[in-house]
């Protein structure tokens, strides 16, 4: 499965649930197409199927006008941030993952994006 949506351009004050943990990262991803989510269940990983989600979502992304495609991912996660890094992703910007009780040994949330031609 894959979750994905344009950011507005500018917050919406109306929204006051929005993660204040991680209200930094999406502040400097206003504008982008926002990829929420990728999973891809265990016994199907490894053969392509989320390569070609990414590929669908560029796709429309394009289509929709829009030039940057931005996710946050934590930086223990690294099988995920090596197939978003050979799709041509950067890290442009990271915050110290605040854990509220969350049993991770993750640090840091990093936003990685990637401009389209
Ligand atoms: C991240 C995640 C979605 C990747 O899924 P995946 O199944 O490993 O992805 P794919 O199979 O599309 O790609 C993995 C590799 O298999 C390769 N592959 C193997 N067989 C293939 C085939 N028949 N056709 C195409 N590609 C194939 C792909 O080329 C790819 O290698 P590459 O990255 O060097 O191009 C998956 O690991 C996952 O669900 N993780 C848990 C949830 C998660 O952490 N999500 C990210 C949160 S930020």
Known sequence: MLISYPMADSPNPHV???DGL?????????G??????IACAPEFSGIGLAGQLMHIVEG????AGKSRISLLV??????????YARRGYATTAKEPVIKNGWKTSAKNWLL???PLA
Not at 32 to 37: A, F, I, R, S, V
């Open 32 to 37: 982008t197409w926002y990829l929420h989510g």
């Open 74 to 83: 934590i930086d223990t996660n690294e099988h995920a941030i090596q197939f």
């Open 22 to 30: 991680l209200k930094p990262l999406f502040g400097k991803a206003r």
């Open 60 to 63: 429309l992304v394009r289509s």
């Open 16 to 18: 006051p649930g929005m």
């Open 112 to 114: 990685m994006e990637k």
